[in-house]
């Protein structure tokens, strides 16, 4: 069973930083795209930063020059350094990994969530 496992969040003051971490283990073949989105109570889970394996990244507009997206293969693990965090950061993070293993081929698979509160 594939799991990921996230860490790092926590409560910060404006300008300050986190850096997020999400480990995938378990029994599987291979990881593909990972990302991190993040949710805020009443709204739609949305895209933050996402990563290929081969190290291409992507990032929502409004994360932009603040938030670093990196992964290491080796450990199975993304990581979501953020910077210069908002009040308007504030929600709870998620990771995702598309992962690929021999009964179920490619699927999502989602973190626990991790919270970020940013206090003004």
């Known amino acids: 069973q594939v799991q990921l496992v996230e860490s790092g969040g926590g409560l910060v003051q404006a300008g300050g930083s986190l850096r997020l971490s999400c480990a995938v283990s378990g029994r599987f073949v291979s990881i593909g795209v990972m990302g991190w989105y993040r949710q805020t109570p009443g709204n739609q889970r949305e895209l933050v930063a996402g990563?290929?394996?081969?190290?291409?990244?992507d990032y929502a507009d409004f994360v932009k020059g603040r938030f670093t997206i990196s992964r290491d293969n080796a450990k199975n693990t993304v990581y979501l350094q953020m910077n210069s965090l908002k009040p308007e950061d504030t929600a709870v993070f998620y990771c995702k990994a598309v992962v690929v293993n021999l009964l179920m081929g490619a699927r999502d698979y989602w973190g626990q969530g991790t919270q970020v509160t940013v206090s003004s």
């Open positions: 990563v290929t394996k081969g190290g291409t990244t």
